[in-house]
Antibody, heavy 120, light 109 residues
Framework: QVQLVQSGAEVKKPGSSVKVSCKAS????????ISWVRQAPGQGLEWMGR????????NYAQKFQGRVTITADKSTSTAYMELSSLRSEDTAVYYC?????????????WGQGTLVTVSS | QSALTQPASVSGSPGQSITISCTGT?????????VSWYQQHPGKAPKLMIY???NRPSGVSNRFSGSKSGNTASLTISGLQAEDEADYYC?????????FGTGTKVTVL
């Protein structure tokens, strides 16, 4: 039974950074891709980037290039998403999601979401 | 990368069938058979309903089906039930990234 458990809600000041974690259990962590998807209040889903833990390679949506960093710690089966230079528009629920099977292009397992609120 | 276009809302009575469209470009929907659909109930994480255009994950009702023609993918829900009331999002792989649709609110009348 694959589970993704994310860290708790955060309140951040504009201009600061936030780092959200996503701990995986069940299944082989390194073999799957972990993506990060966010959802602003009342808005749709937005893909931010992904990492392949076994390769340690991440790629990002153009919109977030230079502002987001996705990493993974294979020893603890945990992925991280750090977003810097926060602004009010970054207030959203941030989800981690795992691909359905290694090499697939869809997300079958999701974390519970982490609310990040950016406010002065 | 622009979001894929979905109707804002679709409604139907119990037992009816509804179809949600998802329009992209030849760079995403039209270029890959990697379209997936997600159901999201309020306050919950999305749930995968369809992958690779028309495949259902284990445990998803066969009332859900997917298809694609050109740059437009579609999700059909047949025998609409009250529990199907939710937001639905399409997604497409596109050149090392992903794009989601604008989302469709399904209302069961």
């Amino acid at each position: 039974q694959v589970q993704l458990v994310q860290s708790g809600a955060e309140v951040k000041k504009p201009g600061s950074s936030v780092k959200v974690s996503c701990k995986a259990s069940g299944g082989t962590f390194s073999s799957y891709t972990i993506s990060w998807v966010r959802q602003a209040p009342g808005q749709g889903l937005e893909w931010m980037g992904r990492i392949i833990p076994i390769l340690g390679i991440a790629n990002y949506a153009q919109k977030f290039q230079g502002r987001v960093t996705i990493t993974a710690d294979k020893s603890t089966s945990t992925a991280y998403m750090e977003l810097s230079s926060l602004r009010s528009e970054d207030t959203a629920v941030y989800y981690c999601a795992r691909d359905r099977e290694s090499g697939s292009f869809d997300f079958d397992y999701w974390g519970q979401g982490t609310l990040v609120t950016v406010s002065s | 990368q622009s979001a894929l276009t979905q109707p804002a809302s679709v409604s139907g009575s119990p037992g009816q069938s509804i179809t949600i469209s998802c329009t992209g470009t030849s760079s995403d929907v039209g270029g890959y058979n990697y379209v997936s659909w997600y159901q999201q109930h309020p306050g919950k994480a999305p749930k995968l309903m369809i992958y690779e255009v028309s495949n259902r994950p284990s445990g998803v009702s066969n009332r859900f089906s997917g298809s694609k023609s050109g740059n437009t993918a579609s999700l059909t829900i047949s025998g609409l039930q009250a529990e199907d009331e939710a937001d639905y999002y399409c997604s497409s792989y596109t050149s090392s990234s992903y794009v989601f649709g604008t989302g469709t609110k399904v209302t069961v009348l």
